[in-house]
């Protein structure tokens, strides 16, 4: 049935990239979205009345609430897909990002207002009416938002889009929220306990802990986290491929949204190469990471001598100092620079957040060690 979809409702639909594409992607999943929900919450509303469940209502309110998901769904997909302007020079691209996180403050509302109402239920009970029509009405339900879960998984993962995995994630917690209250109908005809206002209570933590997990993995991308480790190893490697590029550090990717992303990086080639002729090669990495990637990378040169001893065996000693404190310390851009009364080791050392030294504290030990060698020695 997804597929069906897709092939009859977006142009070009293999052209994820494609920002236009895209909005045909969300326009599709929001569309879809409306219809099931307004549908289910019409349902759930007439059952819920007619069995005077609480836990079946207030699942009701909630396909209420995400028809208006569904909406702020559409609006972020045309909003994520204007052009880059002046104020604006990457693009729209993270309007998605903040589509997810309005969706997310819509289901904890909307979670907060069924755990008040379902707790109102177990201080105040009232009888429950049970029924195989009512039940089977509860099930074709849970069908209904397994389906959507699935179907808006399928497109998130086609699109790369946390939208649409949030709008799955929000089905699947529907899927146990209305499982929930069927439970509360089933157990209403064999117990006097409020089981309708204790399985509301459960519909609303399910609720609730969706919407939490969809701000935090929302968060997360407004604020910048790590660049998938995936895409960093295919990078090293298109980077590394020409023999002639040694190595390569400082590596950075910024997230501008989905399918815009720019990178930053350095590569190590040896001091004596011709400098236009690596300007060239340089060039052609980041054309070849642009073109399979969908990265815009710029990428800096440093220059390292690979054939002076002294050069190679105070490295090595650097290396081994730092090795005997944290495996997983590394230096790059290694230099002497020599004068007539000490010589400078210059280089860059690469920290661990979670390091058990400080800054300072690696400095003055990486010091006192190179001064044991050579007192001549100083690092800067």
């Known amino acids: ?56 209502i207030s699942d009701a309110v909630n396909n209420l609430s995400d028809c208006a998901s569904c909406a702020v769904t559409l609006v972020g997909y045309k909003l994520a897909a204007k052009p880059a302007d002046k104020d604006h020079p990457f693009g729209h691209g993270r309007m998605e990002y903040l589509t997810s996180l309005t969706i997310a403050v819509v289901i904890l509302a909307v979670g907060l207002e069924l755990l008040k109402s379902s707790v109102e239920k177990i201080l105040s009970p009232t009888e429950t009416s049970f029924s195989l029509v009512i039940l089977a009405s509860l099930i074709l339900s849970i069908a209904i938002k397994l389906w959507m879960s699935l179907f808006n998984t399928k497109l998130g993962k086609r699109i790369d889009s946390s939208v649409m995995i949030a709008t799955a994630k929000d089905s699947r917690s529907d899927v146990l929220a209305t499982s929930a209250a069927a439970i509360g109908l089933i157990c209403s005809a064999f117990t006097s306990l409020p089981m309708d206002g204790i399985m509301g209570t459960v519909v609303s933590l399910f609720v609730l802990f969706s919407g939490y997990e969809i701000v935090r993995d929302t968060v997360d991308l407004l604020l910048g986290k790590p660049a998938d480790s995936h895409l960093t190893e295919q990078i090293k490697a298109l980077a590394t491929e020409n023999e002639r590029i040694i190595g390569i550090h400082d590596l950075v990717i910024h997230d501008y949204g989905p399918g815009n992303k720019l990178g930053s990086c350095h590569v190590e080639v040896r001091s004596d190469e011709d400098l236009e002729e690596i300007h060239d090669i340089v060039d052609c990495i980041e054309r070849d990471i642009f073109t399979k990637l969908n990265v815009r990378m710029t990428i800096h040169m440093d220059p390292i001598e690979l054939d002076n001893e002294q050069v190679n065996a105070c490295r090595e000693k650097v290396r081994s100092i730092i090795k005997s404190l944290d495996e997983r310390l590394h230096i790059h851009d290694f230099r002497l620079v020599s004068g007539q009364t000490h010589t400078n080791v210059i280089f860059d050392l690469v920290v661990p957040y979670d ?9 003055v030990y990486i010091d006192s060690e190179l001064e044991k060698e050579d007192s001549t020695i100083l690092r800067l």
């Open 1 to 56: 049935m997804t597929d069906f979809l897709v092939r009859h409702f977006v142009k070009n639909y293999k052209d994820v990239e494609n920002i236009k594409v895209r909005e045909s992607y969300g326009t599709l999943s929001g569309v879809v979205g409306i219809i099931c929900n307004i549908f289910l919450a019409a349902l759930k509303y007439v059952i819920g009345t007619l069995s005077h469940s609480i836990s079946i």
């Open 355 to 363: 390091c058990s030294y400080t800054d300072e504290q690696l400095k």
